[in-house]
C-alpha cells in the first residue's frame, strides 16, 4: 500500500513507543532509540517521525497535563495503534524472510 510503508527511523521509533507504553513522548523515545541503536538522533527528527506515524494511523497522541518542570506545557503521549502493530509485524517478517536468504544452503 503506496504512503504506509515505515523507514528506519520510523520502525525505530514505533519499537521505541511499544516498549515504553504509556511513557511514551519525545524525549524517552529518543534515549531508547540512542541506547538501543548506539547513535545519536535529534529530537526533531523524533517528532517528525512520529508525526508521520500519527498520519498513517501507526500511532495516536493525546496531550497530557501541564508540567511546572516545562514552564507549563503539555506533554504529548503517543501509543500503538493495531495498525502499529502489524506495520511492525510486517517489517519483521520481511527482515527474517531477507536474512533467511543469506543462510548458506546445502548443496
Known sequence: MKGQHIGEL??????????????AYGVPVQQRIEEAAGRSVTIGA???????????????????GACADRGGRRK?????????????????R???????????HDA
Request: hydrophobic fraction near 40%.
Open 10 to 23: 520510523e520502525e525505530l521509533v514505533l519499537l521505541a513507543v511499544c516498549g515504553l507504553g504509556e511513557d
Open 46 to 64: 523524533v517528532y517528525s517521525a512520529l508525526e508521520r506515524l500519527e498520519r498513517k494511523g501507526h500511532v495516536r497522541s493525546r496531550v497530557g
Open 76 to 92: 504529548r503521549y503517543f501509543r500503538l495503534t493495531d495498525s502499529g502493530h502489524s506495520a511492525l509485524q510486517e517489517v519483521r
Open 94 to 104: 520481511i527482515r527474517d524472510a531477507m536474512w533467511r536468504m543469506t543462510e548458506p
